[in-house]
């Protein structure tokens, strides 16, 4: 008898416990969490946001057989549009994360506005070193999406005591939420479900440091280069270091922004100076200012390996500028083009690494492909015969101009292409 009142109790305890612990969550955390959602909204004031409308893009056919071969040029579609065109465009202001779709971009001395100006770097010790979705567990990169907002005179909240008028501009970092591993963390996923809490976290940063900010400037290795950056840091959430993993004890991981007045000048393939009138230069792009793709080209690697990725996206390979209407791989022979009104040189095609093996939706890494397929039969370049080709690198033979979606492409000038490798002080290349 005892024994049974016991456990009743017990258990009548138990209930009353539990349905406490819902009363809290009930008439404590759901209201806090309302009341986070609620917090004002992100949108920096005075600004406009540069891009194509969320959920648009140029890209939404890109599956699309009629892409698979290419067309003649020199030819209009019934659209009035040149067979021979820019499909698409874009920018990566944070290199290795979520880039910006375009439908037009001012063109200036580092490639299109705003690309690849900032990036993600750690100090293990021997200063700080760029990092990107190439290394080993920061494939998380992919998820961390990036949106420009720059100063707008038609707005009514444009004012220029404005921090955001100050900075030119704000950048707005955004990454999947962590749900912590412990009971609150059951609440917060069921809150983001209900979407009662949003699934994703910001922050912003200044596009350019407003004058009287004090942002450290510190030498950042990307490459064989150093160049002089901001030291954003500060403005990391600690947020971001969870989404990202990073512990702290072993090494830091910080965000910064190139210095305009020390970007990296860049020869090897690159027309000089006697040829276009500047040094060709950039912030933190691997090589050159402006990477090119050709769609058809990207369908016939696609349908390689269609296997083991079957829709492999474009967008892997994080082109700013996807052609559309010549057959694959005829970029492989063009030295000079017009694209629009802009006369622009291909330094060299562009060498692949692993880095298209990340998706871009999932962050998910696959273990060989496309890597695996490109290697198997684009090995083109006799400058760098160990590494598959796909795509061009380009230098504009102006130091600004303008490219928009539509905009027509027109081969100039063709010929053979040799690639020269990154070389290290001293070092020479046979044959260059
Ligand atoms: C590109 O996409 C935008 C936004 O959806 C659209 O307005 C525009 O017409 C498209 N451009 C072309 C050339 O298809
Ligand atoms: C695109 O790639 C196809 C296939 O390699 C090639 O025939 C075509 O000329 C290329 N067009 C452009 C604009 O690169």
Redesign the pocket.
């Known amino acids: 008898m005892s024994s049974t009142s016991g456990t009743f109790e017990i258990s009548s305890l138990g209930a009353f416990f539990i349905f406490g612990l819902l009363w809290i969550v009930a008439i404590g955390v759901f209201p806090l969490l309302a009341l986070m959602h609620a917090s004002p909204d992100q949108k920096p004031k005075g600004c406009r946001r540069l891009g194509?409308?969320p959920g648009?893009?140029?890209l939404?056919d890109e599956y699309d057989s009629k892409y698979n071969d290419g067309v003649p040029g020199d030819q209009k579609e019934e659209?009035g549009?040149p067979s021979w065109?820019?499909?698409?465009l874009f920018t990566y202001p944070l290199k290795s994360c979520g880039g910006i779709?375009l439908?037009t971009s001012d063109v200036v001395g580092t490639g299109l506005k705003f690309d690849r100006q900032f990036a993600f770097a750690e100090e293990t010790g021997d200063g700080w070193n760029c990092r990107t979705l190439r290394n080993a567990g920061f494939q998380r990169m992919a998820l961390i999406h990036t949106e420009i907002w720059v100063p707008d005179p038609s707005s009514p909240e444009y004012d220029d005591r404005r921090p955001e008028m100050q900075s030119d501009g704000v950048m707005i970092i955004s990454y999947p939420r962590v749900a912590p591993s412990c009971p609150l963390g059951i609440v917060i996923k069921i809150a983001m479900a209900i979407r009662l809490l949003e699934s994703r976290r910001s922050f912003q940063v200044p596009l350019v440091p407003a004058k009287n900010s004090k942002y450290p400037v510190v030498p950042v290795r990307i490459w064989k280069d150093k160049p002089l950056a901001y030291d954003y840091g500060s403005l990391i959430p600690p947020s971001l270091h969870a989404y990202l993993g990073f512990d702290h004890s072993k090494s830091t991981l910080s965000l910064f922004r190139a210095h305009p007045s020390h970007n990296r000048e860049i020869f090897r393939n690159a027309p000089g100076k006697e040829q276009i009138g500047f040094q060709p230069n950039t912030a933190f792009a691997d090589a050159y200012p402006i990477h090119l793709l050709n769609i058809t080209s990207h369908r016939d690697v696609a349908g390689r390996c269609a296997e083991a990725i079957p829709r492999l996206s474009i967008r892997r390979f994080r082109a700013n500028i996807i052609v559309q209407g010549p057959e694959a791989f005829a970029e492989d022979q063009w030295k000079r083009m017009m694209i629009g009104e802009t006369e622009i040189y291909a330094a060299c095609r562009t060498v692949r690494c692993r880095l298209p093996n990340v998706d871009p939706d999932t962050g998910d890494r696959h273990k060989a492909e496309p890597d695996r397929t490109l290697k198997s039969y684009r090995r083109v370049d006799l400058g760098d015969p160990t590494n598959a080709c796909l795509g061009l690198q380009l230098v504009p033979a102006v130091e600004e101009c303008s490219l928009a979606?539509?905009d027509e492409v027109r081969v100039l000038e063709t010929g053979e292409h040799r690639y020269i490798k990154m070389l290290a002080p001293g070092e020479k290349v046979e044959g260059v």
């Open positions: 194509l409308a648009q893009s140029n939404t659209n549009l065109r820019v499909k698409a779709e439908q979606v539509g």
